[in-house]
């Protein structure tokens, strides 16, 4: 069965999200660990970042169930991310390179802070 570009992008997207969650994790905590004046009001910005992607997740969660998709299966190693997933009962996997993975990872983030990656 043929699956639509915005069935894979749902499917892309879920699995990318929570990296972008341990992302804004890692820089909290770095942040935190660090002498910048702006501490708090930086973690709370990340925070506030967090809770978006958060309830994004969870309305991604209910597209891909009103489309028919179950993840069966996602895996992270250094080079790959490994996502076994069925649509409306067939089954595809999919095998993107963690290098592509950070990519879209950090076009997501530039995204939930409103920077414009094309003008730099």
């Not at 749902?10 to 820089?27: Q, T, W």
């Not at 910005?45 to 809770?51: V, W």
Request: net charge neutral.
């Amino acid at each position: 069965m043929k699956q639509s570009a915005e069935e894979l992008e749902l499917v892309k997207k879920y699995a990318e999200m929570p990296l972008l969650l341990d992302v804004i994790e890692e820089d909290k905590k770095r942040i935190s660990e660090s002498n910048v004046i702006l501490k708090r009001e930086l973690s709370f910005y990340l925070s506030a970042l967090q809770d978006r992607v958060t309830a994004d997740i969870y309305d991604l969660k209910k597209a891909l169930r009103e489309h028919d998709i179950k993840i069966i299966e996602q895996k992270r190693t250094e080079d790959n991310l490994f996502i076994s997933y069925s649509i409306r009962g067939y089954q595809h996997k999919m095998n993107p390179l963690m290098s592509r993975v950070r990519t879209d990872v950090l076009v997501m983030l530039a995204d939930y802070m409103r920077i414009d990656l094309t003008k730099t």
